[in-house]
């Protein structure tokens, strides 16, 4: 791959650079009233979902100025690399192949001078078939009774994207089969799920890429030794199932590698939702649902790598981050879907876009010299309207909003939708054109106001305006749908990682963390080693000590 010049070095940015001394101070009001069909030109359709971009702060100059910049990064060569399954993730040397877990039967995808599509499809049909006879109510516990309760135990990429998708695609699901995730190493997780569920109807599903993971591993033995506390060691087999890489490991837990759906190294964690990682989904909305989904994303896919940059979703939002990361200077993107069922989203897409583009160094281990990846937060609406959106309205920082919203509900209440609606266009309406102090002044003569009470209150009452946004339609929330918008996301953050040079596959930054905890925890249950710590830390761990040995 090419190793890229430093950022500020390429001509396209120097252009956009000095293209921003002049688009920093345009209005976006100014920018609608000037151009009566802005809205057409600056939206488009792509996999079932329709991107509005026109509330955002540039003109078809900066567009095409973005563009050239992807075209200088070599996004295009960088995209096909991915796709062919060049080694792309430097770093542990391995190809990153998310893509071909949603490629249909017939494709071709070769790793390592083979290829996997029959792989990947025969592990679909295995879950296919195992998970046709859990939803029959075929697949009997111990004592001869059908499944009412899967708990899917695995953390990051392997929780993460199963929560959010059963949640988002709940209405879906099928009535009487309750999903349940546990996650965090905090006993009162497991404990709080294991309180709700019948150790001889719970299916566990123990979900880890590597089967070491620490918080995994010891939440799927308390499982086991809850469920031995009534059952049998012959009994684990059919309540325990593994989602895994290393078989070896999963077979000394003593899970059935005949009931382990196995995934592979070119598949990583927080893109891992579309492999086995996605069992409790095709338990929830079952297999037929599940493809679906996978050909939601691959729509997305095959948009991603056809269609000419200027009307590329996935570049068209990539390259915008970049015009506010490093242009603007945004910190931070706020993701606002207007969709309860979406609540998770926020969280999925900061695992995904964090840990991606979360880097300082570029492939070649320099410094990168610009700002990368941006603090990705957000809530519902309109939930988020009664609490931070003052910030984003009024606040001194600019924060680019993603709206987010289905055009139609899944469900039957009547009115609901298009008060929803109205919010959603209204926020980022509000956001773009804001209020400005004559606009104020007159409102509050309307209202009669003394001129001294006007004066007192009018600048509390001003918008700047000027806030972009995007907003993505679905027509409704299906499961190609929700597809299509993870996989619009991936390729978002792709495109950026590529823009600023970094490798997206890796995540080395959360390493350090994990091997002090190894030290720390012996000497918590243990004898301390002062000699190893801070004053904090080891005062942090006498305490613990001396709490826990109450
Ligand atoms: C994601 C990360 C991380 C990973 C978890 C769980 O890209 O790699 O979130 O998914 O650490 O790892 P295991 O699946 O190996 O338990």
Redesign the pocket.
């Known amino acids: 791959m090419h190793q890229l010049p430093p950022l500020h070095d390429a001509p396209a940015f120097q252009a956009l650079q000095r293209h921003y001394t002049d688009a920093s101070q345009w209005h976006l009001r100014t920018l609608f009233s000037g151009h009566p069909d802005r809205f057409t030109q600056f939206s488009l359709e792509a996999a079932g979902l329709f991107l509005d971009y026109s509330k955002n702060r540039m003109d078809g100059t900066t567009l095409s100025l973005l563009m050239e910049l992807a075209r200088e990064r070599h996004v295009i060569k960088h995209r096909d690399a991915m796709f062919a399954g060049e080694k792309i993730n430097s770093t542990e040397q391995r190809a990153v192949l998310h893509t071909a877990l949603r490629a249909p039967r017939g494709a071709t995808v070769i790793v390592n001078g083979q290829n996997v599509v029959p792989e990947v499809h025969a592990v679909l049909d295995h879950l296919g078939e195992f998970t046709e006879r859990v939803r029959s109510g075929k697949w009997l516990g111990r004592s001869g009774k059908p499944m009412t309760d899967i708990v899917n135990i695995?953390?990051?990429?392997?929780d993460l994207g199963p929560e959010m998708v059963c949640r988002a695609l709940r209405t879906h699901a099928q009535p009487g089969l309750n999903l349940h995730f546990v996650a965090n190493v905090d006993g009162h997780d497991l404990v709080a799920v294991l309180a709700r569920v019948q150790p001889e109807t719970t299916l566990f599903v123990i979900?880890?890429?590597?089967f070491?993971?620490r918080e995994?591993m010891m939440n799927a033995q308390s499982a086991r030794a809850w469920f031995l506390q009534t059952g049998k060691e012959t009994d684990l087999a059919r309540h325990f199932v593994a989602v895994s890489t290393n078989a070896k490991a999963v077979s000394e837990f003593g899970i059935d590698t005949d009931n382990m759906f196995p995934f592979w190294d070119w598949v990583?964690?927080?893109y891992s939702v579309w492999s086995a990682i996605g069992l409790p989904v095709a338990l929830a909305i079952g297999i037929d649902g599940f493809q679906e989904f996978l050909a939601g994303a691959h729509a997305m896919d095959k948009h991603f790598r056809t269609a000419p940059l200027e009307r590329n979703m996935p570049v068209i939002l990539g390259m915008l981050g970049v015009w506010y990361r490093n242009f603007f200077q945004c910190g931070s993107i706020s993701i606002a879907p207007y969709h309860q069922d979406l609540a998770q989203f926020p969280a999925y897409l900061q695992?995904l876009d964090m840990?991606s583009n979360g880097k300082q160094v570029t492939m070649a281990g320099k410094s990168v010299g610009a700002d990368t990846g941006p603090v990705v937060w957000g809530d519902v609406g309109t939930n988020g309207q009664h609490a931070y959106f003052q910030l984003l309205h009024q606040g001194t920082t600019m924060i680019p909003v993603d709206f987010i919203a289905a055009l139609q509900p899944t469900h039957a209440l009547p009115s609901h939708h298009a008060v929803l609606l109205a919010n959603c266009f209204a926020q980022s309406e509000a956001l773009m054109r804001g209020k400005d102090a004559d606009e104020v002044r007159k409102e509050l003569q309307d209202q009669g106001l003394p001129e001294d009470q006007i004066n007192a209150l009018l600048m509390h009452k001003v918008f700047p305006g000027n806030r972009p946004s995007n907003t993505i339609l679905m027509e409704k929330l299906t499961p190609a749908a929700l597809g299509a918008l993870i996989a619009l996301y991936e390729h978002k953050v792709f495109v950026q990682g590529v823009v600023w040079g970094i490798n997206s596959f890796d995540?080395w930054g959360v390493e350090l963390g994990k091997v002090l905890a190894k030290n720390i925890e012996p000497e918590i249950n243990g004898a301390p080693r002062p000699d190893l710590h801070d004053s904090s830390t080891n005062g942090l761990i006498a305490r613990a000590k001396a709490a826990l040995s109450d």
């Open positions: 695995g953390i990051g990429g392997s979900a880890s890429k590597t070491t993971t995994t990583g964690g927080r695992q840990e995540q």
